[in-house]
């Protein structure tokens, strides 16, 4: 029945009511009162799974329960229905291209999952206040979670967005599971250089039927920056602090998720936002930025060389995990180093093995905010002398999908070269402002007091 096996099932019959009937479920803790939800086919038979009022679910333990009545029976349909988008005369043309993830999702009960399920179009059906906002066109482009975006996908995103740039659409936006987002954006500007028009990725955190979901206030933010925003980047727009006071719209080379629930997850890193936005209001942080035009122009660059890899060093690490990428064709890799850019010494061999193959090899931070400085120790001057280039302030992210494109450009060495340490739009940067870095350890005295200025 949905889901509910063994001792579970047992008491539904019991109590003669049915999944997805509204009960009135009396316990020794209290009781509750909501539509009783098929159960994930992976759970325990020990539990009912009830929606309350508030739109959260809650788990009810069988034994403590004494009594179930039935209220009333409704099967819940959970797909919102597909509406025709209304043309306003004087508003933007916004094109959406959705790909799946969260901010296109439900949940399928049965199997307690999160699936990606709304098409574009249903996505007008749950915000109608995109109407307010924008003329909006959609196209489904994929219907993937995040971790399945790759090369392929980053090509045929880019091609699409050349086009409906030269067909004269005023902005883009890209719907995105949150998880790779930022590798996405990193790609996209590589592979679309010089965009007259603003291009947004946006996810959510929550998945659109939750009621802490963030989906529609990021939809109606990147809308606005996609439409209305001079900004002519690829961007990243996501909720600014956890509450829905506002989004930041973040530069696409310079950003990345930093926890795997908060809705504020998205930071830029080394340097500060683009800007601020909310449904009326776009507030410019970053004054250089590129600037929206009226020509068409736009240069697609869909390259990728999809051996290239990134290898997070440990302490201990071996040279057998380079020869592998090596033996399997590899021709780039970048590593994610210690400190200033350390590896240890066993891995050194393997390091000029593949430089003598011609294998580039870049090295990054695990620190994630500060610079490459390979000069400092011994160490990594002799990285360099077996071939290692430092990346600068580049993420890792950035700097292993920027190879991969570089790469599917050229494998000569030296254009590599060129190509890695020319930046395109300040994945790497000549310093960081003072505020660029800026981590506050809670439990402090001054931070906690700072916190609660602000945080109610």
Known sequence: ?????????????????????????????????????????????????????????????????????????????????????????????????????????????????????????????????????????????????????????????????????????????????????????????????????????????????????????????????????????????????????????????????????????????GDVPLAMITRDKITHIKPEYHKRRKDRKVKILPYFNEKTCMLYYYPGMDSEVIDAMVDKGYKGIVIVGTGLGHVNKKIYPAIERAHKKGVCMYMTLQTLWGYVHMNVYDTGRDLQAAGIVPAENMLPEVAFVKLGWALGQTEDPEEVKKIMLTPINDETTKREPYNGYLVYQGGIPEVEAFVKSFRK
């Open 1 to 269: 029945m949905d889901g509910y096996k063994g001792d579970s099932l047992e008491t539904l019959k019991k109590h003669k009511v049915r999944v997805w009937s509204k009960a009135l479920v009396t316990t020794t803790q209290g009781v509750f009162e909501g539509t009783i939800l098929p159960r994930s086919e992976n759970d325990d038979d020990q539990h009912l799974v009830l929606k309350i009022a508030t739109g959260y679910n809650v788990g009810v333990d069988i034994k403590t329960i004494t009594d179930i009545k039935e209220l009333g029976y409704k099967k819940a349909n959970y797909k919102i229905p597909e509406k025709e988008f209304p043309c306003t005369p004087g508003l933007p043309r916004v094109k959406l291209f959705g790909t799946g993830g969260t901010i296109a999702s439900r949940l399928d009960y049965r199997t307690g999952a999160v699936i990606p399920a709304f098409s574009p179009g249903e996505l007008y059906g749950a915000v109608p206040e995109l109407a307010d906002i924008c003329n909006l066109e959609t196209e489904k482009v994929f219907a993937v979670f995040s971790e399945n975006m790759g090369p392929e996908q980053y090509k045929e995103l880019a091609i699409a967005i050349g086009k409906e740039i030269e067909n004269g659409i005023d902005g883009i936006v890209i719907g995105h599971g949150t998880d790779t987002l930022h590798h996405t954006a990193a790609a996209l500007t590589f592979m679309v250089q010089d965009s007259p028009v603003p291009i947004v990725l946006v996810g959510s955190q929550r998945s659109s039927d939750r009621p802490s979901s963030d989906a529609a206030l990021n939809l109606m933010h990147a809308m606005k920056a996609a439409g209305h925003s001079d900004i002519a980047e690829v961007m990243v727009c996501m909720f600014g602090p956890t509450s829905d006071e506002y989004g930041l719209l973040h530069k696409g080379t310079r950003v990345r998720k930093m926890h795997s629930s908060y809705r504020s997850t998205f930071r830029t890193i």
